[in-house]
């Protein structure tokens, strides 16, 4: 049976049952009991929106039992129209299906000042209760009562791909949602972010919206010592699953998925700008975004000198890659650095290896990587073109090296190489984070799982791959760059990457006994590879024990120093395997 945990928590033992309420009759009754408490002619309740909370909802469940003698939505009342709107961010979201450049926007950018200063005169001149929802309410008011309604970026995903809501201040309900992500990732959740840090301390109350009228909602101080406690010990972020075209069967199993799915071919395993974090606060699990952690304790959590390089982004990415069963990924590339920078205003790149964790028994595997002796940039890019255009196929094995993978290989991809994982692999993706930026140049001639072609980015791919990435290259740099650096009783340390041209660094432990590690200072993020079960540890008793189990990638945040961890369960004594990853300063 998987003991894969789909569902971590923290537990957040200071607070309890009387911090938390569920369902919109038990929240409404507890934001009355607080307008009670106050005494002033004019009482003001605010519900600020993460963009793209089910609006409909929210009134019904929680502003229309209010009774309120005024009441304001900020998404109408106080921001310009959407034409202007979409002339203002015209450059960011750009014409592509895809790429975008990140938004420098705030906010307040996009208050229309007026309609602001009318709103401002009958709030100051109303008496009773006011009730002020939407984005951004906090440019409008300072509440009495002030209540944030939160959800994860890959909920917003899901609503985009249903149809059921446009992008904010958009009118793009059935707009591909590939274009909705596009607005979403350079715009919307850019300025979001940017709003919603600095009011973290504010918050009275936080609202997980996340499930369709399925509210919870826990006060302030438990939100924020919630995070706090994620922090200071070993913790997992709530994975996510997703089918594709080339998706595989090894997840079902491993991961006890559901079997009518037709295919998995990602898990998102520590992406925390997507993924959920849950809180256990009383009896009841609240899901809020795990980006929160980052925004709110970016020093505790990456370190100063990771903090001080990357600002508040998670410089580490964990995810499958599942094709057991299933069919190659498209052949592919990312950008270098100075092309990210200008193209699309990240200040880094995607940079990233395949950890290969399974392979199908009785099956050749193979991963796609760098270029082939003697393949030129205008032979190369002209087939592809042609083959794109439907006049033949590319055959990749002639232009890219096709090479033999088996479990615990480790192939690095530093930015500009040409790569792609072949059929019935299970990889461990180990990678930096701004994750839309892959270049897709051949797709095998298939269709994405909406029944369109998927995008390919031949024009892209042509500024940034490296020609002088060729057979020999590939083989001494990228391929098992294995070497012990340590080894000890009952255990061995091995580096096996990154690449010199990439900040992360992996190291390997193979181990049947306790393995002394420390973050000197900066974020960990570990998968047990190998093993049914681990247990982690503080020497010194700064967090309880955590139980990780195979194929579960955990985070070990910069604060917490000197931890160990060893065999643990059926594992007990038995040689097992972790990879960790840490940015190199």
Not at 546 to 563: D, H, L, M, Q, R
């Amino acid at each position: 049976m998987a003991k894969y945990d789909k569902q971590p928590y923290v537990d957040i033992k200071q607070y309890g049952n009387e911090d938390v309420w569920n369902g919109y009759e038990n929240i409404v009754s507890e934001i009355k009991l607080k307008l009670k408490e106050l005494t002033a002619e004019r009482k003001v309740v605010a519900i600020d929106f993460y963009p793209r909370v089910r609006t409909e909802e929210v009134e019904a469940g929680i502003v229309n039992r209010l009774s309120a003698d005024l009441t304001v939505f900020t998404d109408e009342d106080i921001f310009e129209d959407i034409d202007t709107i979409e002339e203002k961010i015209k450059e960011v979201v750009t014409d592509d299906r895809v790429f975008g450049k990140i938004s420098l926007h705030t906010i307040d950018n996009f208050i229309d000042d007026k309609k602001l200063n009318e709103v401002k005169t009958k709030i100051d001149n109303a008496i009773g209760i006011v009730v002020v929802y939407g984005v951004g309410v906090n440019l409008l008011v300072d509440p009495d009562i002030y209540i944030f309604a939160d959800l994860a970026r890959w909920e917003i995903q899901q609503r985009y791909r249903s149809g059921d809501i446009p992008n904010w201040k958009g009118r793009n309900f059935n707009e591909d949602p590939l274009r909705k992500l596009k607005r979403g990732y350079f715009f919307e959740w850019r300025v979001a972010d940017r709003y919603k840090k600095r009011r973290f301390n504010k918050f009275d109350y936080i609202l997980d919206t996340n499930l369709k009228n399925t509210p919870k909602m826990i006060t302030g101080d438990a939100f924020r010592a919630g995070l706090k406690e994620t922090v200071n010990r070993p913790f997992r972020v709530v994975p996510f699953f997703d089918p594709g075209v080339w998706g595989g069967q090894w997840m079902k199993e491993i991961c006890d998925l559901d079997r009518n799915m037709e295919n998995y071919a990602w898990c998102f395993d520590c992406v925390p700008e997507e993924n959920s974090l849950l809180l256990k606060v009383g009896d009841t699990i609240v899901e809020i975004p795990s980006i929160d952690v980052v925004l709110t304790h970016p020093r505790e959590l990456l370190g100063e000198k990771v903090h001080g390089r990357f600002g508040v982004d998670f410089p580490i990415r964990f995810d499958f890659l599942d094709t057991i069963g299933g069919e190659n990924l498209s052949l592919q590339v990312h950008p270098v650095v100075d092309y990210a920078q200008e193209k699309f205003g990240l200040h880094y790149t995607q940079e990233e290896s395949y950890y290969i964790l399974d392979t199908k028994e009785d099956k050749d595997t193979y991963v796609y990587l760098g270029i082939k002796d003697g393949v030129t940039k205008e032979k190369f890019f002209g087939d592809l073109r042609r083959a794109q255009n439907g006049d033949g196929k590319f055959n990749a094995e002639e232009y890219s090296n096709k090479i033999k993978a088996k479990k615990h290989d480790h192939f690095l991809i530093p930015p500009g190489t040409v790569h792609c994982s072949g059929a019935d692999t299970m990889v461990l993706e180990i990678s930096s984070t701004p994750n839309l930026f892959t270049f897709k140049l051949w797709d095998w001639g298939r269709l994405g799982m909406d029944g369109k072609p998927r995008p390919i980015n031949i024009a892209h791919g042509e500024e940034v791959v490296q020609f002088d990435r060729d057979t020999k290259w590939t083989m001494e740099n990228l391929v098992n760059r294995i070497e012990v650096v340590a080894e000890g009783d009952g255990w061995i340390e091995e580096r096996t990457g990154l690449h010199e041209k990439e900040f992360i660094e992996t190291r390997r432990y193979w181990f049947t006994k306790k393995v002394y590690h420390n973050t000197n200072g900066g974020v960990n993020v570990l998968n047990l590879v190998e093993g049914d079960q681990a247990i982690v540890e503080s020497p010194n008793n700064k967090f309880d024990p955590f139980i990780v189990n195979y194929a579960e990638t955990f985070i070990v945040p910069a604060s917490v120093g000197e931890y160990t961890i060893r065999p643990f369960g059926s594992s007990k004594n038995k040689k097992i395997c972790t990879i960790k990853a840490y940015v190199r300063t």
